[in-house]
């Protein structure tokens, strides 16, 4: 089993197990670091979804920096066991949804919407661009998108990269809504 922390908030330093799984990439501490000093420590009422869950590094870490809702997304059978694994660790945050789906399946069904959706899919599969249209059904209007992907991405429907940053292969990013 892998492993990864919490970085910050009511769970910092809970270690999460997850699984070997086909291009499962959790976000490495410094980058989660960055991540949260762009948005501000805290999630404080916050709705968020981790559309590729992988190892819930994302989800669990916005649940533990205080978000009131925190919906993850994850298909492959193993690593949605561990979701609910750690789910279970945290002495079940009632913050926090598991859903077993296809990420293209729920922007297309959900009538949730969020403040943040945290977005790293498996790279070389086209998954972006067949999201982008998808989006904007289930984001507030003032909602940010974090993004990571083997290349630096510009925009994302009317959402535009504000901040930015690349470490090792990985290139992430936050993006708002552009302004009329």
């Not at 949260?36 to 649940?63: I, K, M, P, T, Y």
């Not at 507030?140 to 470490?167: F, M, P, Q, S």
Request: hydrophobic share 40%.
């Amino acid at each position: 089993m892998n492993s990864v922390r919490i970085i910050g908030g009511e769970y910092r330093r809970r270690v999460l197990k997850f699984p070997d799984s086909e291009g499962l990439r959790p976000t490495p501490d410094r980058v989660r670091e960055t991540l949260f000093n762009w948005l501000g420590q805290e999630l404080d009422g916050w709705s968020c979804l981790d559309l590729f869950a992988g190892s819930g590094a994302l989800g669990f870490e916005a649940v533990s920096r205080g978000a009131a809702k925190v919906v993850m997304v994850e298909q492959a059978p193993r690593v949605l066991a561990a979701l609910h694994e750690n789910r279970e660790l945290l002495h079940k945050p009632a913050a926090l949804e598991i859903i077993r789906g296809d990420a293209l399946q729920y922007l297309a069904s959900s009538k949730c919407r969020f403040d943040l959706i945290f977005l790293d899919p498996p790279y070389k599969k086209g998954w972006i661009p067949r999201l982008e249209p998808l989006l904007p059904g289930v984001m507030n209007e003032d909602a940010a998108i974090y993004v990571e992907a083997e290349h630096e991405i510009d925009a994302l429907g009317d959402w535009r990269t504000v901040r930015h940053g690349k470490a090792g292969e990985v290139h992430f990013q936050l993006m708002r809504r552009e302004a009329a």
